[in-house]
C-alpha cells in the first residue's frame, strides 16, 4: 500500500533552516506529482511547494527564494529545504502525492490523493 514517511522536523530559531525529507513506498514516485503541505491549527491546509515527475516546481509566494524542493526518484525521496525560517513557517508538515494534479493554489489539498502523518516544525 502507498505509505509517506516525513522525517526532519523540529525546533529552530527564526532565521535557521531545516531539512525536511519524505521516504515513500508502495508505489512508483517518479510517476507522481510530489509536494508539501502545512496546517496550523484552526487554519485550512496551505500548499509550499510542488515538484512533478520531470523535476518542474511550483512554490507558495510566502515560500520563495527561502524554500527549495527536491525529489530522488530512484531513492523514492523527496525533500524541502526550508532557510530563512520565519515563526510564521511555524506549522505540521505534510508530505504528499498525486498522479494527476501538481499545483499548491488555495484549495489545492483537495486535490491529493496521498498523505504522510506529518513532521511538526517550530520556529521561534
Known amino acids: 500500500h502507498v505509505q509517506m514517511v516525513e522525517s526532519g522536523g523540529g525546533s529552530v530559531q527564526a532565521g535557521g533552516s531545516l531539512r525536511l525529507s519524505c521516504s515513500a513506498s508502495g508505489y512508483t514516485m517518479r510517476n507522481y506529482c510530489m509536494a508539501w503541505f502545512r496546517q496550523v491549527p484552526g487554519k485550512e491546509r496551505e500548499g509550499v511547494a510542488a515538484?512533478?515527475?520531470?523535476?518542474?516546481?511550483t512554490y507558495a509566494d510566502s515560500v520563495k527564494g527561502r524554500f527549495t524542493i527536491s525529489r530522488d526518484n530512484a531513492q523514492n525521496t523527496v525533500s524541502l529545504v526550508m532557510n530563512s525560517l520565519k515563526p510564521e513557517d511555524t506549522a505540521l508538515y505534510y508530505c504528499?502525492?498525486?498522479?494527476?494534479?501538481?499545483?499548491?493554489?488555495?484549495?489545492?489539498?483537495?486535490?491529493?490523493?496521498?498523505w504522510g502523518q506529518g513532521t511538526q516544525v517550530t520556529v521561534s
Open positions: 515538484i512533478d515527475g520531470a523535476g518542474s516546481t
Open positions: 504528499v502525492a498525486d498522479l494527476v494534479w501538481c499545483t499548491v493554489v488555495p484549495g489545492a489539498d483537495q486535490k491529493f490523493d496521498y
